[in-house]
C-alpha cells in the first residue's frame, strides 16, 4: 500500500512561511493525484490544494490561493506544499492525501484514498 508521510510543520509568527513536505513510499506522482488538506479543531477537513499527475493540473482553494503553492519532484516521490504569508487562520494539521485513477485534481477529502499522519502548523504571535 503507498504510504505517505508529511514534516516540515511548526510554529510560525503570522506573515511567516513555511514548507511542507509530503513523501510517498512508491514512485507515484505520474499517476496519482495528491492533495493537501487541513482540519483545524472541531472544524471539518477542508481542501488546500493539489497537484495531478500530469504537470501544470493544480487546484488551489481561494482562501489560499495567492499565498501557497503546490509543487512536486516525482524523482523524490515528494510534494511540497510552500506556504508564504501565513495567518493565524492557516492553524491546522494539514495531511497529504493521494488519489489513484483520477485525471483530475479535486479539493474534496473524500475522493482521496491514501492519507497521511498530518503535521501540525500553528501560526500565531
Known amino acids: 500500500q503507498v504510504q505517505l508521510v508529511e514534516s516540515g510543520g511548526g510554529s510560525v509568527q503570522p506573515g511567516g512561511s513555511l514548507t511542507l513536505s509530503c513523501e510517498a513510499s512508491?514512485?507515484?506522482?505520474?499517476?496519482?493525484?495528491v492533495g493537501w488538506f487541513r482540519q483545524a479543531p472541531g472544524k471539518e477537513r477542508e481542501g488546500v490544494s493539489c497537484?495531478?499527475?500530469?504537470?501544470?493540473?493544480?487546484s488551489t482553494a481561494y482562501s489560499v490561493k495567492g499565498r501557497f503553492t503546490i509543487s512536486k519532484d516525482n524523482t523524490k516521490n515528494t510534494v511540497y506544499l510552500h506556504m508564504n504569508s501565513l495567518k493565524p487562520e492557516d492553524t491546522a494539521v494539514y495531511y497529504c492525501?493521494?488519489?489513484?485513477?483520477?485525471?483530475?485534481?479535486?479539493?474534496?477529502?473524500?475522493?482521496?484514498?491514501?492519507w497521511g499522519q498530518g503535521t501540525e502548523v500553528t501560526v500565531s504571535s
Open positions: 492525501a493521494a488519489l489513484y485513477g483520477s485525471n483530475w485534481c479535486p479539493l474534496t477529502p473524500t475522493w482521496f484514498q491514501e
Open positions: 512508491e514512485f507515484i506522482l505520474d499517476t496519482y493525484t
Open positions: 497537484i495531478g499527475p500530469i504537470e501544470g493540473t493544480i
